[in-house]
């Protein structure tokens, strides 16, 4: 088994003396290819965003992260920020962490790291971790109404039936109870998880905690066929529904070997922009509620245009911060895009700026009436707060994350924000 890393926008080369041969490469583009419509991306023949780019000698990732795994090969594709693979591993897991809400507790990231296990295998040991976690405190279960006729008395005598049916038989009594079974909808998904998963690692630490996770999801029947269905959770099983979540994503990026051709693989793939965009939604929304701040993520119901009353072209920012001004019912808002892009050094004024973003901004200001907007771009420097102003005085922020160690700008992102919108009015 061939396993490759790069990063965003790098290269692989492809031939008998390179890392990856042309058969091994098709086969990760024909992976890539079945997975690209769940990403909203384009096949690798056709243009558009893609997932990877297919050149004569060279293969080339795009702005996606993730994994890639064939029978005979692996591309693990990584965030494009200053650390080594392991260190760039482990913050992109970080970021996976705060927007599916992963419990990375349960799992050495360093030690793992240290040993150079894959994306995926990280990805499968972590959710395995968490189902054994869960299931040691009790595993989803329902009860079944049954009636069966038995010699001593099991829950309720079926008087009806004692009487008629079993009349004159002293050996029998009709019961009818309830009887506890493990095979409910949430078990049958995290089993289908688990049998996948045990197949795919290559961790004997992965393997010995699925196989325990198997023993108390014994009972649980094969999915139904067809597409996968997400369960539904009362407050007994609500504790499960993250790690249903994570499960359908394995069971729905694991593809079959095909009659046409395509072999089988699984995808495990992230937009990175998309990525970012959560992680910052998820972040500002944890700490920003309990602050009075009102995070309304893909904000919509404002068009740009106008006909006949009827708006289009719908607009559609990723944040909209809104918090009262006063306790006269005033209430300030702000507008915030981020772009997952690298932005000039000061010496540019446009900081490499695109002239539609700003565009973009200035529509959103004026439809949202905002006191200010501010794009979000990463940066591998230090934390930066450039302060324009458009044509008419409101602020236009660029603010520059720093993204070299995840978890501190996990920490520090909701001040950021709160200091590059210019200054928040406290209420008397």
């Known amino acids: 088994m061939t396993l490759l890393t790069v990063r965003e926008w790098g290269y692989v080369d492809l031939g008998p003396e390179a890392a990856l041969t042309r058969a091994q490469a098709d086969g990760l583009l024909d992976l890539a290819d079945r ?68 419990d990375l507790s349960t799992l050495d990231l360093a030690g793992m790291d240290a040993q150079n296990h894959s994306l995926l295998e990280l990805l499968m040991a972590l959710f395995a971790a968490d189902l054994l976690k869960q299931l040691r405190r009790g595993a989803p279960h329902r009860y079944n109404e049954q009636d069966d006729d038995l010699r001593a008395l099991r829950g309720s005598l079926n008087v009806v039936r004692q009487f008629s049916t079993l009349a004159g038989r002293q050996d029998r009594l009709a019961c009818r109870f309830d009887e506890r079974t493990n095979d409910t909808p ?48 009362d407050r007994s099983t609500a504790r499960f529904a993250p790690l249903c979540r994570r499960a359908k994503l394995f069971l729905d990026h694991h593809f079959q070997t ?17 990525l970012f965009e959560e992680w910052v939604t998820v972040l500002l929304r944890r700490h920003l509620t309990p602050q009075g701040w009102q ?13 006949d009353g009827t708006g289009v072209f719908a607009m559609r920012p990723d944040l909209v911060l809104r918090r009262a001004r006063n306790t006269f019912g005033d209430r300030e808002t702000h507008v915030l895009d981020t772009k997952w892009k690298r932005l000039d050094g000061p010496g540019d004024p446009k900081r490499g700026v695109s002239q539609s973003d700003v565009y973009q901004m200035l529509a959103y200001r004026d439809a949202w009436k905002a006191d200010s907007v501010t794009l979000i771009y990463p940066t591998n420097g230090a934390l930066s707060i450039d302060r324009l102003r458009t044509a008419n005085g409101t602020p236009f922020t660029l603010l520059e994350l720093p993204m070299g160690d995840i978890r501190a700008a996990g920490h520090t992102l909701p001040g950021q924000v709160l200091e590059a919108i210019g200054g928040v009015t406290v209420m008397p």
């Open 258 to 274: 095909t009659s046409s051709g395509h072999a089988a693989g699984i995808a495990l793939l992230f937009r990175m922009n998309v």
């Open 186 to 233: 949430v078990n049958r998904l995290l089993r289908a998880a688990t049998v996948l998963l045990l197949r795919l690692t290559a961790r004997q630490e992965t393997r010995k905690t699925l196989t325990e996770a198997l023993i108390h999801l014994d009972g649980a029947g094969p999915l139904p066929r067809g597409p996968i269905k997400f369960p539904n959770f």
């Open 35 to 102: 997975a690209a419509p769940a990403l909203k991306l384009k096949p690798s023949t056709e243009e558009g965003e893609k997932i990877l780019l297919d050149g004569r000698r060279k293969l080339r990732a795009q702005q996606v992260v993730g994994v890639l795994a064939t029978k005979s090969a692996t591309l693990e594709i990584l965030p494009k920020i200053d650390r080594d693979d392991g260190g760039a591993r482990a913050e992109l897991i970080h970021m996976l962490a705060v927007v599916q809400g992963l």
């Open 295 to 307: 995070v309304q993520p893909q904000a919509g119901g404002q068009s740009a245009l106008f006909r």
